[in-house]
């Protein structure tokens, strides 16, 4: 009498799920918005490093000034690792589109 329900698709349902194809447009799109991010990114994170780098730390105490640096190298480092990301993928995506358009002349010329 209970009805049996899962959460999960049953195969059926899973094979019609479908994927768009990978299209060097789409590539260069997702590359240029990546890309567009990244650069506000790197002249915020050497902002962020000038900014630390002008400003001295106003402390004679070691436990406060070892609290600061730690925490100064944290955001520095942060700020560096977002920026890194979003260039890569820009670069990878710019990469991406290359290779989608080789493999589409190499399979066209080929037939």
């Not at 059926?12 to 060097?24: I, L, R």
């Not at 890309?35 to 436990?63: M, V």
């Not at 989608?100 to 190499?106: F, G, S």
């Amino acid at each position: 009498m209970s009805k049996q329900t899962t959460a999960f698709p049953s195969e059926n349902q899973s094979a019609k799920t479908s994927t768009k194809p990978v299209t060097p447009w789409n590539c260069l799109l997702g590359a240029l918005i990546s890309g567009g991010i990244a650069f506000p990114l790197y002249l915020l994170t050497t902002s962020i490093i000038e900014s630390f780098a002008d400003n001295p730390i106003p402390s004679n105490n070691p436990t406060a000034v070892s609290i600061s640096v730690a925490v100064r190298t944290l955001f520095m480092g942060v700020s560096a690792l977002i920026t890194g990301v979003f260039g890569l993928v820009a670069v990878g995506l710019v990469a991406l589109a290359i290779q989608v358009l080789v493999q589409r002349r190499q399979g066209s010329s080929s037939e």
